[in-house]
């Protein structure tokens, strides 16, 4: 039984990249263009969530397409019910259709979304007597840097071999160069240098080069017209053997075409295609690069449109100097003095969001606020400036701002929109419906009939709210607005628009059992029930299945998970936290007291600071570490004392560990109150011994930690007591002889048996004052 219809959810064009764990793939290549419709795939592909598995390949024919471009030069081709993510004007991340994207709508791109890859094998080519050396059987990251530097600069002849360009201002690339074809091709081999006017050309001489270079997908097109240049790309391969080799391709690509001056790292190239494949494989390495067109000028082979590839700016550039780089002391001393190089192009340019995100932050102290809301009223608010502001106050990080700056998300603007036609294709992963394609966060084709899914689940709702790691937002059918566009004054739907939700559990199962009767395995479906229904309900409605003849069956009870994907609306939960937003993206007044746990703790910055005290105990001296936030706030403890290895020292650090855990797992505005509980339940904790006198008298070490932590953050006025004897003390001459001022003995060690400081040499033999153990 087929279920699927020729009108899938929106399909691409052959030449998109889908980020996979496999590299970058064109689409065309995850299936066989020639082969059925609906092919079986089980491809991980990267979704805004991580990868997932795909179920099918989806060829969809020749098609009519729009074509969207960003202001940074990002595009992708689809079919017009294709939908991509995007951010509303209410800053939610919502799905649209390519025919209903707009100029000025804000799309979703995804960094970091190249694969590890593959190995992979070349094809070999026949060997003959002319053959000098043999030729590399895998390709290698050494083997794609000298990939990237022939089609940057190079050309490779039939009789000829393999030629490079070396610009007569890097001496030490010439060397690099000449080391890299011995390398990979034989260390034996005479590689030839020719001298020219600004240039040398370093030659490889051999015949199964460049038929190595067609057999593989490495070779571009030869002419006299400047074809190679205009016609440059990156090799299938390359992309398919992932992150390392792609880097490496990049390299040497950048090293002969690149160039680093006035405050920026550019490529230039008369092929689009070359172009268009290195922002892809750039963002798939986390770096972000704008793209235009510059005017044509008239060259050796007449007029060409040129495109300049620019790094977008100073922490882009640093990304490109780690993940890629150059390969010349010229261009790598270029690339790490960009002072000049701005730190703007990634403004979050929805107001909703930067108001959000300044309305997440009460709690904080006012200067960081101040801090948060000047770039937001001057929309000078960037991705950057709202990563370093979470990681320095993690309050904000469950912000909607922060969770999409979190996902490594990238927003962009559309700024052309045109319409073409060409084969499209799709693929289906049934998981979250996503997937990567040329950088934008797409959605996935479903098989339907009669506008149903693959399996035989009607749609939960035409409006609904979808929970994601974004929060809550709504979703609506297009169907439905189809269906009114094409039906003017109409204002309600027919009888035959039935949704999950319209109909009974009872038709549910009658649905399941008609089904599976003509299956052999069974086929899930899902009976979905109110919340209120009781346990015996329930069990009617499985004894229901039996007697259908049903051979499985799955019942949700709606609410029945702290965590639900879909809600109604007019469901309370949904309607609370929706209403929690207002117009403009800001979280509606709604003040709790927290003074405990959140549910998560909180990440320890890189760069604390906080002082170091020593105290006098029962066991010797102890020395604690009080570590506070930038605000002022205690955020962590460390506490020294005896012997590392002891178990002395291991309850120290246990109860250290507990402080800090308490501290970190409790919010920024509360961790005072949080540390006055804290040495509400440690001071004057008696133990077996006390130390000191009055005011200084330290009963335990968890009394001497409360004190210090009391002293740091709670300073107060104390009554300081003479230091007068008491109690008869200068008389008793063993106080004066064995123990400090304080009381502490003096040069003791510690005790095996009682683990006190009190084991003294007494009588030629070691015995403890505290408990009485001897050594003797």
């Known amino acids: 039984m087929t279920l699927f219809t020729q009108a899938p959810t929106g399909c691409v064009a ?5 980020s996979t764990s496999r590299g970058l793939r064109p689409i065309v290549e995850l299936g066989d263009p020639n082969g059925q419709q609906w092919q079986l795939l089980t491809e991980e592909v990267y979704t805004d969530e991580g990868l997932r598995k795909t179920s099918h390949f989806y060829i969809n024919g020749y098609q009519p397409v729009k074509k969207i471009t960003t202001r940074h030069g990002f595009n992708i081709s689809a079919t017009h019910n294709h939908r991509l993510r995007v951010i509303d004007q209410a800053g939610n991340y919502v799905w649209r259709r390519m025919d ?35 030729p590399p059987a895998t390709l290698t990251p050494r083997f794609a840097e000298m990939l990237g530097l022939y089609m940057g600069d190079g050309c490779a002849t039939a009789r000829e071999g393999i030629h490079i360009a070396v610009t007569k201002q890097d001496p030490d690339l010439l060397t690099y160069v000449e080391s890299l074809l011995r390398e990979i091709w034989d260390e034996g081999r005479y590689v030839a240098v020719e001298d020219h006017a600004g240039c040398w050309t370093v030659n490889l001489t051999d015949y199964h080069i460049p038929r190595l270079f067609e057999a593989n997908g490495f070779a571009r097109p030869s002419g006299n017209e400047g074809e190679g240049a205009e016609e440059a790309f990156i090799p299938s391969a390359v992309l398919r053997a992932g992150r390392t080799h792609v880097a490496a391709f990049l390299r040497g690509l950048f090293e002969a075409n690149g160039c680093v001056n006035h405050g920026t790292i550019t490529l230039n190239s008369t092929s ?14 986390g770096v972000v690069a704008a793209v235009r067109s510059l005017p044509e000028q008239a060259g050796s082979f007449g007029s060409q449109t040129k495109y300049e590839l620019r790094i977008l700016n100073r922490q882009e550039a640093a990304r490109f100097a780690q993940e890629v780089g150059f390969i010349s002391r010229r261009k790598r001393q270029q690339v790490s003095d960009l002072d000049g190089m701005s730190d703007h192009g990634d403004s979050i340019a929805v107001p909703a969001l930067s108001q959000g995100f300044h309305a997440d932050s009460p709690g904080l102290m006012n200067e960081v606020r101040q801090q948060i809301v000047e770039p937001v009223s001057s929309g000078a608010l960037t991705q950057q400036l709202v990563r370093e502001t979470v990681h320095a106050h993690p309050v904000l990080e469950n912000s909607r701002l922060a969770r999409l700056v979190a996902m490594d998300a990238v927003l962009d603007e559309v700024a052309e929109i045109e319409d073409g036609a060409c084969l499209t294709y799709d693929l289906s992963v049934p998981d979250n419906k996503t997937y990567i394609a040329n950088g934008f966060v797409s959605h996935n084709t479903t098989g339907t009939m009669v ?13 609904y ?26 204002t309600d739907l027919p009888d035959y628009f039935v949704t999950a939700m319209d109909l009974s559990p009872e038709e549910h199962i009658k649905v399941q059992a008609a089904i599976q009767r003509w299956v052999d395995s069974s086929i899930s479906k899902t009976c979905n029930v109110p919340n209120e229904y009781t346990i015996e309900q329930v069990s009617d409605l499985y004894k229901y299945m039996y007697e259908l003849g049903c051979k499985g069956g799955t019942i949700y009870r709606d609410g029945s998970r702290d965590e639900q994907v879909l809600m109604l609306k007019g469901d309370e939960r949904a309607e609370k936290e929706m209403a929690k937003k207002s117009d403009n993206g800001r979280v509606a007044e709604e003040k709790v007291e927290q003074v405990s746990t959140p549910h998560h703790v909180y990440p320890r910055p890189a760069k604390l600071s906080g002082v170091t005290v ?14 506070t936030d930038d605000q002022g706030n205690p955020f962590e403890v460390f506490i020294t004392v005896g012997k590392a290895g002891s178990d002395l020292q291991a309850d120290a650090d246990g109860l250290a560990r507990m402080i800090s855990l308490a501290l970190r797992s409790t919010a920024p505005q509360n961790r005072r109150r ?56 200068a008389n008793e001459p063993e106080a004066s002889t064995l123990t400090d001022h304080d009381g502490s003995f003096k040069g003791a060690d510690m005790c095996p048996e009682c683990g006190t400081y009190s084991l003294v040499r007494a009588e030629g033999c070691r015995t403890c004052l505290t408990c009485g153990y001897s050594e003797c």
């Open 614 to 627: 020593r105290r006098k105990t029962p066991f010797g001296n102890a020395f604690i570490t009080m570590n």
């Open 100 to 134: 209903e994207l707009q100029v000025g709508d804000r799309v979703v791109l995804k960094k970091n979304t190249l694969g590890a890859g593959e190995p992979v094998k070349l094809k070999a080519v026949a060997q003959d007597n002319r053959a000098l050396s043999e």
């Open 14 to 18: 052959p030449d998109t990249l889908v």
């Open 272 to 285: 689009r295609r070359l172009i268009d494949q290195v922002q892809v494989a750039l963002l798939g390495l």
């Open 465 to 490: 709210y979808r929970k994601s790691r974004l929060g809550l937002h709504e979703e609506q059918v297009p169907i439905v607005k189809e269906w009114y566009d094409s039906h003017p004054g109409e």
């Open 674 to 729: 949080m540390l006055e509980l804290i040495i509400d339940q440690l001071q004057n904790l008696g133990g077996a011994r006390a130390v000191g006198l009055g005011p200084q008298r330290v009963s335990s070490l968890p009394d001497a930690v409360a004190r210090a932590l009391q002293e740091h953050y709670f300073q107060q006025s104390e009554v300081k007591q003479l230091n007068l004897p008491m109690n008869g003390e």
């Open 451 to 463: 506008n149903t899914s693959t399996g035989i689940e009607p749609y939960f709702s035409w409006v």
